[in-house]
């Protein structure tokens, strides 16, 4: 099971930290993945971090300005967000892939667990 949590309305040029806590299987089994569906559109990639957070990996257009990460110890991982946009306005979910030997997950069909989503609005 995975919790989001952190969302909320903020300025642009603000910043927003996203949780997520996962419950029942064992944690470093999984990659974990943020992804976001905007108002109207589909769902899109947003970060990923291998298991053993040694690597991480963003989409375009949040790189430099999101940063993914996890705590095995606690199950969780952030998104933490700066610098944020219009653009950025979206429910961002938190997903894991169980590890199949990938370096990247980055299509949702590769995602075996999702959780609720949260919402982010970026405005003025």
């Known amino acids: 099971q995975l919790v989001e949590s952190g969302g909320g309305l903020v300025q642009p040029g603000g910043a927003l930290r996203l949780s997520c806590a996962a419950s029942?299987?064992?944690?470093?089994?999984?990659?974990m993945g943020w992804f976001r569906q905007p108002p109207g559109k589909d769902h899109e990639f947003v970060a990923g971090?291998?298991?053993?957070?040694?690597?991480?990996y963003y989409t375009d257009s949040v790189k430099g300005r999101f940063t993914i990460s996890r705590d095995n110890a606690k199950k969780s991982v952030t998104l933490q967000m700066n610098s944020l946009k219009p653009e950025d306005t979206a429910v961002y979910f938190c997903?894991?892939?169980?590890?199949?030997?990938?370096?990247?997950?980055?299509?949702?069909?590769?995602?075996?667990?999702w959780g609720q989503g949260t919402q982010v609005t970026v405005s003025s």
């Open positions: 997903a894991a892939a169980r590890y199949t030997g990938r370096t990247k997950y980055t299509n949702m069909n590769e995602y075996d667990f």
């Open positions: 029942g299987d064992t944690f470093t089994n999984y990659a």
């Open positions: 971090v291998r298991s053993t957070n040694t690597m991480s």
